[in-house]
């Protein structure tokens, strides 16, 4: 496992001893190589304790550094850490903080940093991208927005072969952009016409970039930014980070109004316009839209927001409502459209909202909302088994994570359940951080970092 990371690291995507993106090597999720610690919690032993300002990013690890976001007194601030000891070594302010429409569960500071094993570049909502070297030195700013997301932008930015990858899906102008990573200047950008809000973190496969969002998944070519393929028919909102074994992706996708009892066939705008839009200006407004058809949350779809649908809106409204909700496996290398060629198996029952799947030792973990969790045999989608974690029946935005046999689950409560690994698993320990938990632990030779509302955990087997 350890020389397979080091391949990996290549191409960018991280070295053995080293979490350098959200979510681990490739966004994976998986550590293996050495002991980790059977508890978690803030009664346990650990190695340090860190007080941190506000932020809901997770941690990424190089070999001497932690980075972080955070924010404070309506500014942002990027955070370099020491490894070892815990120790803040510097703390830098972004040079703008311009506040954005956001859902009140995001956050100023709830994108991950990302790290080519010494630099560190981090993304705001309200300034865009900026890079520093491990002692906190600015390399450069790129900045970015104002964003048209509807609950705010949340996804992190990627590094692989000298660039720095930033999906930026929102209901105006969802566009890829690809920076030169030493000097932060644009080298393409690809539109993605057909994707509104979405929040999800993309991952590697060989040469290309594989990028989650509104209604499919696309693989592009990391040096052009040109489409290679496509996957149709996915949900319309999606947080969750797609997961590589080898050729294989897996992915779940699950927003609400597209469980398949909630599926509603909306009429073509022409038609609505025919029947329903009383003062003839080509648009619907809401007193136009007849009940059965009207959105629970018309901002949502408004994404102009000038108080009317266009045909535009109109049709985001229609894919919403058609949209499907599911788990998925698919085979990697093909080109064009393979929804109907390379999708393997699909799985609609018991979904997660924002946690990742975890793909570990041949198993496939899946954690929703009230501790429900489901393992899932990963060549055929087969449920293995279903039960809910114990003392943790909450909410969970925190991804799974595994190492040396364990899998460790965090709820937004910080309650922490760790599981032996295995399709038919079995719970060795409960804690609690008594506090709240939405970043997602970072897992390095042997050592577990875990950001709570206000602080950085270390632990590690002692």
Do not use: C
């Not at 966004?27 to 919690?41: H, K, N, Q, R, T």
């Not at 609950?151 to 660039?163: E, F, I, L, N, R």
């Not at 954690?367 to 899932?376: C, E, K, P």
């Not at 595994?402 to 922490?416: E, L, P, T």
């Amino acid at each position: 496992m350890k020389l397979l990371l080091v391949a990996i690291g290549v191409i960018g995507l991280g070295t053995a001893g080293e979490w350098p993106r959200f979510r681990g090597p490739n966004g994976s999720g998986v550590a293996d190589g050495a002991a980790l610690p059977a508890e978690l919690g803030a009664d346990k032993p650990f190695v340090w304790k860190t007080a941190l300002m506000k932020g809901k990013s997770s941690p990424v690890v190089t070999s001497s550094r932690i980075f972080l976001t955070g924010h404070e007194g309506g500014k942002l601030f990027t955070i370099g850490l020491d490894r070892k000891t815990g120790k803040i070594l510097w703390t830098r302010e972004a040079p703008g903080a311009r506040e954005e429409k956001r859902n009140a569960l995001n956050d100023p500071a709830a994108p991950s940093a990302v790290s080519d094993g010494t630099n560190v570049y981090v993304f705001f909502a309200g300034f865009g991208l900026l890079s520093y070297t491990a002692d906190g030195v600015e390399r450069w700013r790129t900045a970015m927005g104002p964003f048209s997301n509807f609950h705010g932008m949340g996804a992190s930015p990627v590094y692989a072969d000298g660039k720095v990858f930033m999906i930026v899906d929102q209901d105006l102008e969802a566009h890829l952009l690809a920076l030169d990573a030493a000097t932060g200047k644009p080298v393409w950008k690809t539109m993605r016409p057909e994707a509104v809000h979405s929040f999800s973190t993309p991952v590697i496969y060989k040469n290309q970039i594989i990028v989650p969002g509104s209604y499919q998944m696309v693989g592009y070519e990391q040096a052009t930014g040109k489409e290679v393929w496509r996957v149709r028919g996915m949900t319309y909102q999606v947080k969750s980070v797609p997961v590589v074994d080898g050729d294989i992706l897996y992915f779940n996708g699950w927003a609400p109004g597209a469980e398949p009892a909630e599926k509603l066939i909306m009429p073509d705008f022409p038609e609505m316009l025919e029947k329903y839009d009383a003062n003839k200006d080509g648009k619907l407004a809401k007193t136009e839209v007849p009940k059965p058809l009207m959105p629970g949350n018309w901002d949502m779809q408004d994404l102009d927001k000038d108080g009317v649908y266009s045909a535009r809106d109109w049709e985001v409204y229609q894919n919403r409502r058609r949209a499907n909700n599911f788990a998925m496996a698919m085979k990697l290398g093909g080109t064009g459209d393979v929804s109907q060629t390379h999708v393997m198996w699909k799985y609609e029952k018991s979904l997660p909202d924002v946690p990742s799947v975890l793909v570990y030792r041949n198993v496939m973990y899946m954690v929703r909302n009230g501790g429900i969790l489901q393992t899932l045999d990963p060549a055929t989608g087969e449920m293995k088994k279903q039960g809910r974690l114990p003392n943790a029946l909450e909410e969970y935005y925190a991804s799974p994570v595994a190492g040396d046999g364990k899998v460790y689950f965090i709820s937004r409560m910080g309650n922490v359940t760790v599981l032996e690994a295995g399709a038919n698993w079995g719970v060795r320990s409960s804690g609690t951080f008594d506090e709240e938990v939405f970043a997602t632990p970072a897992i390095a030779d042997g050592h577990m970092w875990v950001r709570t509302a206000t602080a950085l955990y270390d632990f590690a087997v002692r």
